[in-house]
């Protein structure tokens, strides 16, 4: 006359709770702001694309390219626009790539404006020269600590002696 096993039933309900806020506590946002992933922001995927014709670029010629542009011609059946899906901002480029704070590598490539929730996306690169593998990633980064790495690179290209001759040209430049 009972109903059934009322107890078990709270038990188990108190463990699926339980487990929910196991889940729940170790995919607990940030307080302050939270951040877009990787998975679900197309800027980011643009550039996860972007960093691929890097490194493909980079395995053929054994350096970076000098300007951006040749890494959408790197897919020809899908080119990838140099330009922020959110912002409509192109994409800032910086060969030799900026040293940012916090972060390991160089960032070559990344947002012009941060329309990230006040943040940029950017691709770091790692690695490469001789016997290394060049590695690439793409990194969501506070603003002030891209525009901190911009002045470090202006005072440091100001004060850096032009080079004595430069450097020669892509010999085999993609046709349009
Ligand atoms: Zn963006």
């Given at each position: 006359?009972?109903?059934?096993?009322?107890?078990?039933?709270?038990?188990?309900?108190?463990?699926?709770?339980?487990?929910?806020?196991?889940?729940?506590?170790?995919?607990?946002?940030?307080?302050?702001?939270?951040?877009?992933?990787?998975?679900?922001?197309?800027c980011?995927?643009?550039?996860?694309?972007?960093?691929?014709?890097?490194?493909?670029?980079?395995?053929?010629?054994?350096?970076?390219?000098?300007?951006?542009?040749?890494?959408?011609?790197?897919?020809?059946?899908?080119?990838?626009?140099?330009?922020c899906?959110l912002s409509?901002q192109?994409?800032?480029?910086?060969?030799?790539?900026?040293?940012?704070?916090?972060?390991?590598?160089?960032?070559?490539?990344?947002d012009?404006v941060a329309c990230h929730t006040g943040?940029r996306?950017?691709?770091?690169?790692?690695?490469?020269?001789?016997?290394?593998?060049?590695?690439?990633?793409?990194?969501?980064?506070?603003?002030?600590?891209?525009?901190?790495?911009?002045?470090?690179?202006?005072?440091?290209?100001?004060?850096?002696?032009?080079?004595?001759?430069?450097?020669?040209?892509?010999?085999?430049?993609?046709?349009?």
């Open positions: 006359m009972q109903p059934p096993r009322p107890r078990l039933t709270a038990m188990a309900c108190g463990a699926i709770l339980a487990a929910l806020a196991a889940g729940c506590r170790t995919a607990a946002p940030s307080p302050v702001v939270r951040r877009p992933s990787v998975e679900e922001d197309l980011a995927e643009r550039l996860h694309d972007l960093s691929g014709a890097i490194l493909f670029y980079y395995a053929a010629h054994h350096r970076l390219p000098e300007s951006p542009a040749v890494l959408a011609s790197l897919g020809p059946e899908d080119p990838v626009p140099l330009v899906p409509d192109p994409y800032l480029y910086h060969p030799t790539g900026l040293r940012v704070q916090g972060q390991p590598g160089r960032m070559v490539l990344y012009a943040m996306w950017g691709v770091f690169v790692d690695g490469g020269g001789t016997g290394r593998r060049l590695i690439a990633r793409v990194v969501l980064v506070a603003d002030a600590a891209v525009i901190a790495a911009e002045q470090r690179a202006a005072v440091a290209a100001a004060e850096a002696q032009p080079p004595a001759d430069a450097p020669p040209a892509p010999a085999d430049a993609p046709a349009e």
